[in-house]
C-alpha cells in the first residue's frame, strides 16, 4: 500500500455513501476490502476505486455485488 490509508467517514464520503452503510458492508460483505489496525477501520483508497469500478453496470439487469447479492 503506497497510498494513505482513510479512516470510515472519509471511505464513505468517497463512496457516496453513509458511514454506517460501510459498516453493514463489512458484516453481510460485498464493500471494499478494508484494514483493521487495533480498533480502527481503515480503507486503501485503491481499494475503494476497484470496488466502484467492479460495481459499475451498463443497466438495471445485470447482477449486482452491493450488499451481500451474489452474481450467479
Given at each position: 500500500?503506497?497510498n494513505?490509508?482513510?479512516?470510515?467517514?472519509?471511505?464513505?464520503?468517497?463512496?457516496g455513501?453513509a458511514?454506517?452503510?460501510?459498516?453493514?458492508l463489512?458484516?453481510e460483505?460485498?464493500?471494499?476490502k478494508?484494514v483493521k489496525?487495533g480498533?480502527?477501520?481503515?480503507?486503501?483508497p485503491?481499494d475503494i476505486?476497484?470496488?466502484i469500478e467492479?460495481?459499475?453496470r451498463?443497466?438495471t439487469?445485470?447482477?449486482?455485488?452491493h450488499?451481500g447479492e451474489?452474481a450467479?
Amino acid at each position: 500500500m503506497t497510498n494513505e490509508l482513510l479512516d470510515t467517514a472519509e471511505a464513505a464520503r468517497r463512496c457516496g455513501l453513509a458511514k454506517q452503510t460501510l459498516a453493514v458492508l463489512r458484516v453481510e460483505g460485498g464493500g471494499p476490502k478494508y484494514v483493521k489496525l487495533g480498533r480502527r477501520v481503515l480503507y486503501d483508497p485503491t481499494d475503494i476505486a476497484s470496488w466502484i469500478e467492479a460495481n459499475k453496470r451498463a443497466n438495471t439487469s445485470e447482477p449486482s455485488k452491493h450488499r451481500g447479492e451474489r452474481a450467479n
